[in-house]
């Protein structure tokens, strides 16, 4: 079946067409049109402004995909309905039941934390051993959740304040490093010392699975405010240093609470994903812990491209839903209804 995806739930206008079968997804098209330019000035994403843009560029990014398709016969249209900035998923959302009230195409709402899930089955995991334990870090949110089958999660832990992503980007913008900041902290961190300050790691010993990012984010803002202060000038201190210290304190705490899970929840399988997923020391860090603590166990996690938001990974989880029931994950109506 030809599946078109469709996604707006934040700051990305993504547009896909997804071939599946028995043998799973081949990405026929996927198209992503950033609004990093239009967001930089304000350093974060204003959810108005986000919505103008995707209204927009979702016609041209439709028409695109279509054609590096070349324009297949559409069976299923999937959305992304949550969650995600209301003003920006509308325009998707409305996008999506016109064509399919047009076209007379079936339609279906995509939960976007399982879209971020399924980029790992994008370039095909048939076989992926259950229980999954998964690490979904993005910019809006940092969630364990335990997938006991297709369909069958439960949330074990997640953020209480700031996501990973958020920090990143928030962090990055207290250092002057500009938007969007966590891929240019985790470039400037590769020359720094992991160890030259010693930040918190939030709620790393509390015993459960829950994530706090706004502690560290302060504790980096008075390092910051203390040297500016200090006759000591921070120009004196190699911001690649904070930079690579920050990013070590937040690996820790997400590497340490994923082995502790995947031990309790004798989970088959490890799966990393969302944007800050694109993250190198934490894609390398993850893999060695998991190698060292559960050698039997498997780990997966989506290449580059597809860890940041895109329509092809909405595609695929209306697939799946395919095989399967409803998708009971929190913060939205079950993917599905519309
Ligand atoms: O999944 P995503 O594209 O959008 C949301 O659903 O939020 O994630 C975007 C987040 C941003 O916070 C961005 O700074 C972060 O992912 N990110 C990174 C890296 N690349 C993107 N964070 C750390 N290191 C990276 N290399
Ligand atoms: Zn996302």
Same mark, same amino acid.
Not at 44 to 49: D, H, I, K, R, S
Not at 289 to 315: Q, R, S, T, W, Y
């Given at each position: 079946?030809?599946?078109?995806?469709?996604?707006? +739930?934040? *700051?990305?206008?993504?547009?896909?067409?997804?071939?599946? *079968?028995?043998?799973?997804?081949?990405?026929?098209?996927?198209?992503?049109?950033?609004?990093?330019?239009?967001?930089?000035?304000?350093?974060?994403?204003?959810?108005? =402004?986000?919505?103008?843009?995707?209204?927009? #560029?979702?016609?041209?990014?439709?028409?695109?995909?279509?054609?590096?398709?070349?324009?297949?016969?559409?069976?299923?249209?999937?959305?992304?309905?949550?969650?995600?900035?209301?003003?920006?998923?509308?325009?998707?959302?409305?996008?999506?039941?016109?064509?399919?009230?047009?076209?007379?195409?079936?339609?279906?709402?995509?939960?976007?934390?399982?879209?971020?899930?399924?980029?790992?089955?994008?370039?095909?995991?048939?076989?992926?051993?259950?229980?999954?334990?998964? =690490?979904?870090?993005?910019? &809006?949110?940092?969630?364990?959740?335990?997938?006991?089958?297709?369909?069958?999660?439960?949330?074990?832990?997640?953020?209480? *304040?700031?996501?990973?992503?958020?920090?990143?980007?928030?962090?990055?913008?207290?250092?002057?490093?500009?938007?969007?900041? &966590?891929?240019?902290?985790?470039?400037?961190?590769?020359?720094? #010392?992991?160890?030259?300050?010693?930040?918190?790691?939030?709620?790393?010993?509390?015993?459960?699975?829950?994530? +706090?990012?706004?502690?560290?984010?302060?504790?980096?803002?008075?390092?910051?405010?203390?040297?500016?202060?200090?006759?000591? /000038?921070?120009?004196?201190?190699?911001?690649?240093?904070?930079?690579?210290?920050?990013?070590?304190?937040?690996?820790?705490?997400?590497? +340490?609470?994923?082995?502790?899970?995947?031990?309790?929840?004798?989970?088959?399988?490890?799966?990393?994903?969302?944007?800050?997923?694109?993250?190198?020391? =934490?894609?390398?860090?993850?893999?060695?812990?998991?190698?060292?603590?559960?050698?039997?166990?498997?780990?997966?996690?989506?290449?580059?491209?597809?860890?940041?938001?895109?329509?092809?990974?909405?595609?695929?989880?209306?697939?799946?839903?395919?095989?399967?029931?409803? /998708?009971?994950?929190?913060?939205? /109506?079950? /993917?599905?209804?519309?």
């Amino acid at each position: 079946m030809i599946i078109l995806g469709i996604e707006t +739930s934040c *700051d990305d206008t993504g547009v896909a067409v997804v071939e599946a *079968d028995s043998k799973g997804c081949r990405i026929l098209s996927n198209i992503v049109s950033s609004q990093t330019k239009v967001h930089a000035p304000y350093g974060g994403v204003v959810p108005n =402004l986000a919505a103008r843009a995707h209204l927009k #560029n979702i016609k041209p990014c439709f028409e695109r995909a279509l054609k590096e398709a070349k324009n297949p016969k559409i069976d299923l249209i999937a959305v992304t309905v949550g969650p995600g900035l209301i003003p920006s998923l509308l325009v998707g959302v409305n996008f999506a039941k016109a064509l399919a009230y047009a076209q007379k195409i079936p339609i279906t709402g995509i939960n976007h934390i399982e879209g971020h899930i399924y980029a790992n089955w994008l370039l095909s995991i048939q076989n992926s051993k259950f229980p999954i334990l998964c =690490l979904v870090v993005s910019g &809006g949110h940092t969630q364990l959740i335990l997938m006991e089958g297709y369909g069958k999660y439960k949330l074990l832990g997640e953020t209480r *304040d700031d996501a990973a992503g958020e920090a990143f980007d928030k962090t990055a913008k207290l250092l002057g490093l500009g938007y969007p900041g &966590g891929p240019i902290l985790a470039q400037k961190a590769k020359e720094g #010392n992991p160890r030259a300050f010693d930040f918190p790691r939030p709620m790393i010993r509390a015993n459960n699975f829950d994530f +706090s990012f706004s502690g560290l984010k302060t504790a980096v803002l008075y390092l910051v405010r203390g040297l500016r202060d200090s006759p000591q /000038s921070l120009g004196t201190v190699p911001i690649s240093d904070i930079c690579a210290s920050f990013q070590q304190a937040a690996i820790d705490v997400l590497v +340490s609470k994923t082995i502790r899970a995947a031990k309790k929840y004798k989970t088959k399988t490890i799966m990393l994903s969302g944007g800050v997923a694109a993250n190198q020391e =934490l894609r390398k860090q993850l893999k060695n812990e998991i190698e060292k603590n559960l050698p039997n166990a498997n780990f997966h996690v989506p290449p580059i491209k597809f860890c940041g938001d895109n329509a092809a990974m909405i595609a695929a989880v209306a697939f799946y839903n395919r095989k399967r029931g409803q /998708s009971p994950l929190r913060g939205l /109506s079950p /993917s599905g209804t519309i």
